[in-house]
């Protein structure tokens, strides 16, 4: 299973299942900030980032709230998304 969590004008696409709200803050918040000289694991528990993944294969989509604003492209593919009948939760803080 893969999905797309977006959080302001970054998004990662992930294998793994829908994640709760708290999940999906929290990877949003591991993935986005820089840490100079640390390790970055594409892991997160049950998740994992995927560099190459079809669009049609995506099955899932979370929007993580953000000071930023989501980028024309993917709220293109987001679009697309709705368009196959696939709900976009927005995660509350």
Do not use: Y
């Not at 995506?58 to 930023?68: D, T």
């Not at 604003?69 to 987001?78: D, P």
């Amino acid at each position: 299973m893969a999905g797309i969590l977006v959080h302001g004008d970054n998004h990662f696409i992930l294998s793994g299942p829908l994640p709760d709200d708290a999940s999906a803050i929290k990877m949003a918040r591991h993935w986005s900030i820089v840490q100079i000289g640390g390790e970055r694991t594409l892991r997160f528990g049950e998740w994992e980032i995927r560099t190459k993944e079809f669009r049609e294969n995506l099955e899932w989509a979370v929007i993580v709230p953000a000071e930023s604003k989501i980028s024309e492209g993917v709220l293109k593919l987001l679009a697309e998304i709705s368009g196959r009948g696939i709900q976009i939760r927005e995660c509350q803080n």
